[in-house]
């Protein structure tokens, strides 16, 4: 088979543990997963309500242009219709961008360690990947200016990061952008937008207005709790937008996806609760953290990175004997930390009083 070089030493997504094998795993009765930032009060009810459809509906392809979720979208956003392209979750837009953009003559470049999608599709193109440490947990701004070059197609920014959960103030963001150069495409990857709380995070909608090199990436994933329907989107100018339509699959968001988002994006209430409780839950990990003198980064996700000091692999599997499955930080770059998920109360201080367990446990050790 002629397979492209560039697949012959890559890797396929590393999915984590699941809660079924782990029980089997360890004979366990009940598991608590915290590793994949799914909100775990699940989705709205407004959504659920929306599940039921008759037999037929199941045999029909889904409306390829999202119609009526467009329409919706696009009227809650107070953007036009065509400024939205869909995808099967996040990372088919990143996908597609990947395609519609790279290629062996183009270099991208990113942060490290953040979403490895990015780095992942870029490979498969056969683009050069520069990436650029993160600087105190944070986008190293200047740094990634420099890199850039006549060859860069694509600039990614992940704001909430993924790991860290560190964001990018606006000033800052607004600044960058305007020193990017025109022919660059600016990815802006807002997957956990809806959990931040800062007085300065940027307004995508008037970024995407001012520079028509931006693309921002949402999800109904994450807050909204739809995971498992894969749907999320793109807000570009309408320009941008239809230079990608060609790469995108013909029915690419399914007709549970499409429905089930309508009604989830008009249930506000539990949206904002979902907020508040999730930024509830970071205090119990930050006051965890504070007593045991362990480093973290303040996240505006719906996840914390935690330093343990030791293999991150170490910590995980302690967890996962208990019940607990998170994500060890040895693959997301981050070797003697683990990303905890932020839970329901109940589960933060089930998971909190595990992780104490492990950090006396280790200290009579020693």
Aim: charged fraction near 20%.
């Amino acid at each position: 088979m002629k397979w492209k070089e560039q697949l012959l030493s890559l890797k396929p997504y590393q999915p984590g543990k699941s809660i079924e094998e782990v029980k089997r795993q360890f004979g366990l009765n009940e598991i608590i997963k915290l590793a994949s930032n799914e909100n775990p009060f699940g989705c709205s009810p407004k959504a659920t309500a929306a599940i039921s459809q008759p037999s037929t509906f199941f045999a029909l392809y889904p409306d390829g242009y999202a119609t009526k979720l467009r329409q919706a979208l696009a009227a809650d956003l107070n953007v036009e219709p065509e400024q939205l392209i869909f995808g099967n979750g996040s990372d088919e837009t990143i996908l597609m961008l990947s395609r519609a953009l790279l290629t062996p003559e183009t270099n991208t470049v990113m942060a490290t360690p953040t979403f490895p999608q990015y780095k992942h599709n870029a490979i498969i193109e056969g683009a050069e990947v520069r990436e650029i440490p993160l600087k105190d947990g944070e986008h190293d701004l200047n740094a990634m200016l420099k890199a850039i070059d006549e060859k860069t197609a694509i600039v990614w920014l992940c704001s909430p990061n993924n790991p860290t959960g560190t964001y990018i103030p606006a000033d800052k963001l607004r600044e960058f952008m305007l020193q990017v150069p025109e022919d660059v495409l600016i990815v802006l990857d807002e997957a956990y937008c809806e959990y931040t709380t800062v007085n300065d995070y940027h307004d995508s909608i008037e970024l995407v207005k001012d520079f028509p090199n931006v693309i921002a990436l949402r999800t109904f994933s994450k807050i909204y709790g739809l995971a498992s329907l894969r749907i999320g989107y793109g807000i570009a100018q309408r320009e941008l937008i239809q230079a990608m339509e060609p790469v995108r699959e013909p029915f690419n968001a399914n007709r549970f996806a499409q429905e089930v988002a309508i009604h989830a994006l008009n249930d506000k209430a539990f949206i904002e609760n979902c907020r508040l409780t999730n930024q509830e839950g970071l205090a119990q990990y930050y006051q965890f953290c504070e007593e045991e003198g362990l480093s973290y980064y303040p996240s505006q996700g719906n996840f914390i990175l935690i330093d343990f000091n030791v293999d991150g692999d170490e910590v995980f599997q302690f967890l996962l004997e208990q019940g607990y499955i998170v994500r060890s930080g040895q693959a997301l770059g981050f070797p003697t930390s683990v990303r905890v998920t932020v839970g329901s109360p109940e589960q933060n201080e089930g998971v909190i009083k595990v992780m104490k367990q492990f950090i006396q446990e280790r200290a009579s050790l020693s």
